[in-house]
């Protein structure tokens, strides 16, 4: 060879290394796969050794497992052998051949084959090793493949390496000792030179330290947690070696047992006397009780939810905690419902919660429940929080004295029957007196109760309420009707309503009780968002209207006169509102409160306009519905006491008269000839002084007949006929009729049972009819809502605006007939026109409706 291969020699001699480090990798690659068994067998065995698992085992089954690991490790051993090859040079620099591009090396090991002798071919065979060379430079150890996943589906290697981890962690290379005498038999030997002994240490889980092997431990001082366990192992002959200890508080009974376990409770001593032993003096860590606190004020939600901030804290973890309310009798107001004494209820015991993730030595936490259906809610309570750590220490925190919180209603009615409610809770002795107050609360509904269910509901109950007086009311009972109770004053106070306006007004209404009454900030939040829904929802209502209204509505949308900016106006009162109220500056806020409610009043005009008035026929019909679904009520009560009387005659004799005249007077009530209350008002005077007014005349039987014809004669005028819920409601009050013919022949008949159940069928049916015409109305208005438009059309082309004035081009704002003798509508005039004046003022509104504001202003 001459100089011309020189570099092909030198990349040969640069490969030197990467070929020693490529086939050292494929030793280390080929030792692993074939002894991996081998290595997870050892480890597993040195981890039973170093974690004593020998000891607790006796020496024949100990014996058994050296013998055992034994032949697995010469198994492995040859398992290993048998699969494992050295790898040759040529095999090494195959497999760094192959991790380089073109395999430069088997090009530096070739020659050329053909066209030795032409000059051009020898030039390219030079280029190419020169080319190859190159190559063969930047080559670098091929890596080895040390996965053996394969060989082993199962990871056992792993869990010998866990094994292993854990021992070096926990274990002790001393226990070595005791595997080597087992397995040479040497045991009786080194028991005949001296005795041994094991002991440790297990602290209580909750504290989180490790165990501790007292064989590795100097002797001397040693702090360990209360609680803790001592376990100690004496070996060789008994009485060689004995355990001393003050540790447990209890005296050794056999200080030579073989083993020996004792509860750390306080500082002491423990010791091994004999040949070898040891001794050291133990001191307790402090494990301290747990403390809690409270964090913070009461919030409590408009809808009763109570939220109290505490704080808990321990040197290792709290476990557990409650909240006990206790009722405060000493400063209970004692007078009314509460001047008797109350029956005995157990404190009211609330879970605390505890973090879900993270520590629990400290941490801030809120108690949150609702608390108001609680017969003391509202009355004076004491709150204690009580925590306990694991080691079954408690700490308390000082009782907070305060009223149970609970929810807060606003409507006169609605609190009227919660106090009854509490009333009755505090003691069944009230209940003569809840229903009392109950029956002259709700003596004259009209104009005050507003929604009949709810009304009819709370008569039922005061007629359990009396009978369960009248035969030993039991806790059953009392519970059953102070739940009706309950939900009677939440239809009150929320109320089941569907219209948007009726719920508009319940809003406002709810808040000035608020004004009046105080209120906190989170209720006052609750209050403002009930009034924000309810005016969107509102001001949505008369948007839908105005779009059913043709093309008025459409002209008024492109003049800008829309329901948008108003929400916006009133949007931002409510918050100024809110503002207020929050500051206790209530006199601003119920002026601010009553100017919104003027601006509502102005955008009600045009949804009156739009639907039926009060006159109408079918409110008519309604209302008189209304009255004849009283009048069965009452008769339904009379009735009732009647069978009560039959089975004790001596009771209630004295409320009779007053209870007749007020039914008396209900079923008297407002008739369809227009008559008002003027029967009501007679119930409570002439009735009720001839119990009842009807002893001396007609007979209930007589009466019922009367309201079955007066039903009758609405049935013939309901309006909506030939509608499905016009149909509906008809074949509704067809039922109800049929029932009070029932009733009527019953009562005739001295059968006051069946009268009840019939009647309470008619009052069903009465009520489902009502609900039927109700549809049939809200229908009609919608149908009249296009109509209306096409009739402003037609009064525009006939020289009249939308409200039916003179639109000739006069400037008169005048109506014809008798219109400007009515006060209200010059009221509303007036009000319009300040209004318009306003907004005309406002520069901060569109140019074409400030505009279309002047043309309004030149017009009127």
């Not at 509102?577 to 409610?597: K, S, Y």
């Amino acid at each position: 060879m001459s100089d011309n291969h020189t570099p092909k020699d030198d990349a040969l001699k640069g490969l030197a290394w990467p070929l020693r480090l490529t086939r050292a990798g494929m030793v280390a690659e080929r030792a692993t796969k074939a002894f991996w068994p081998l290595w997870s067998v050892l480890m597993l065995a040195i981890a039973l050794v170093m974690l004593g698992v020998q000891d607790f085992t006796p020496p024949k089954l100990a014996m058994a497992a050296v013998a055992l690991f034994a032949l697995a490790g010469a198994w492995t051993l040859v398992y290993g052998l048998r699969r494992f090859r050295w790898p040759s040079e040529g095999e090494a620099r195959e497999r760094l051949d192959a991790t380089l591009p073109g395999r430069p090396i088997t090009a530096l090991t070739d020659t050329q084959a053909i066209g030795a002798d032409d000059a051009a071919s020898q030039a390219v065979w030079k280029a190419h090793v020169a080319r190859m060379a190159a190559r063969a430079k930047e080559a670098k150890p091929a890596p080895a493949d040390l996965r053996v996943s394969a060989k082993d589906p199962y990871a056992l290697r792993y869990v010998a390496v866990l094994a292993l981890l854990v021992a070096l962690l926990f274990g002790s290379l001393n226990r070595v000792q005791s595997v080597a005498d087992i397995a040479t038999g040497a045991g009786g030997t080194a028991m005949a030179a001296g005795p041994s002994w094991e002991g440790w240490v297990e602290p209580p889980a909750y504290t989180g330290k490790p165990s501790l092997y007292l064989n590795d431990l100097p002797q001397g001082d040693l702090s360990v947690p209360k609680g803790s366990r001592i376990t100690v192992r004496l070996y060789g002959e008994v009485g060689a070696l004995t355990v001393r200890q003050t540790v447990s508080g209890e005296p050794v009974e056999d200080a030579a047992a073989v083993s020996q376990e004792m509860i750390v409770t306080k500082d002491g001593v423990l010791a091994i006397d004999g040949q070898g032993g040891a001794e050291w003096q133990i001191t307790l860590l402090p494990d301290l009780p747990p403390s809690v606190r409270f964090d913070g004020e009461l919030k409590r939600e408009a809808r009763g939810v109570m939220k109290q901030p505490f704080a808990a804290s321990d040197d290792y973890a709290v476990v557990r905690g409650t909240g006990e309310f206790r009722l405060d009798l000493e400063t209970v107001e004692r007078r009314y419902g509460l001047a008797v004494d109350p029956e005995e209820r157990d404190p009211v015991v609330l879970d605390l919660p505890l973090p879900i993730t993270g520590s629990r030595a400290e941490f801030t936490e809120e108690l949150v429940d609702d608390l108001s259906e609680h017969p003391w809610s509202g009355l004076p309570v004491t709150l204690t929080l009580t925590v306990e750590d694991a080691a079954g220490q408690t700490g308390q925190s000082e009782a907070m004295h305060m009223l149970m919180p609970g929810r807060r209603f606003f409507a006169p009615l609605a609190r009227a029957v919660v106090e009854q409610r509490r009333d009755l809770l505090w003691s069944r002795k009230n209940g003569a007196r809840v229903a009392q107050v109950l029956r002259a609360v709700t003596h004259r509904p009209e104009g005050f109760v507003r929604n009949d269910s709810a009304y009819l509901m709370l008569r039922v109950a005061i007629r359990r309420l009396e009978a369960g007086v009248a035969f030993d009311m039991t806790p059953e009972l009392q519970d059953e009707i102070a739940t009706a109770l309950w939900d009677i004053a939440l239809i009150f106070e929320d109320g089941s309503l569907a219209d948007a306006k009726e719920r508009l007004h319940r809003a406002q209404e709810r808040l000035a009780e608020a004004m009046k009454n105080g209120a906190s900030k989170e209720e006052i939040e609750d209050l403002m968002q009930e009034l924000r829904d309810a005016t969107k929802d509102y001001m949505r209502q008369l948007a839908e209207q105005q779009r059913q209204n043709g093309e008025q509505g459409e002209q008024q949308a492109q003049n800008g006169e829309t329901f948008e900016f108003t929400q916006e106006e009133l949007q931002a009162l409510m918050d100024r509102i809110q503002e207020l109220m929050e500051e206790g500056r209530m006199e601003e806020a119920a002026d601010l409160m009553q100017r919104m409610n003027e601006m509502m009043e102005n955008l009600q005009m045009a949804e009156n306009q739009n639907g039926q008035g009060e006159g109408s026929p079918g409110q008519q019909s309604m209302e008189d519905l209304k009255d004849t679904l009283r009048n069965q009520q009452g008769l339904s009560d009379e009735a009732f006491r009647d069978l009560q009387e039959q089975f004790n005659p001596n009771a209630n004799r004295g409320e009779s008269g007053q209870n007749r005249g007020e039914s008396g007077g209900q079923g008297e009530g407002r008739s369809h000839t227009g008559q008002g209350d003027q029967g009501q008002g007679g119930g409570e005077g002439q009735q009720g002084q001839e119990e009842g007014g009807k002893g001396q005349g007609e007979s209930l039987a007589d009466r019922q007949q009367a309201l079955r014809d007066e039903l009758q004669r609405q049935k013939d005028g309901l309006p909506g006929a030939g509608t499905a819920e016009g149909d509906a409601a008809r074949e509704a009050l067809e039922r109800a009729g049929r029932a009070m013919d029932g009733a009527e022949q019953a009562l005739r008949d001295g059968q006051l049972a069946e009268a009840l159940d019939n009647q309470a069928e008619a009052l069903e049916a009465l009520r489902e009819g009502m609900r039927n015409l109700g549809n049939a109305l809200a229908q009609n208005r919608q149908q009249d809502g296009g109509q209306q438009g096409q009739a402003q059309t037609r009064d525009q082309a006939n020289g009249r605006d939308p409200l039916g004035r003179d639109n000739s081009g006069r400037g008169s704002s005048a109506t014809q007939g008798d219109t400007l003798l009515n006060g209200n509508v010059r009221r509303r005039a007036q009000e319009l026109l300040k209004e318009l004046r306003r907004r005309s003022g406002d520069r901060s509104r569109p140019e074409i409706e400030l505009d279309y504001l002047r043309r309004l202003l030149d017009k009127y």
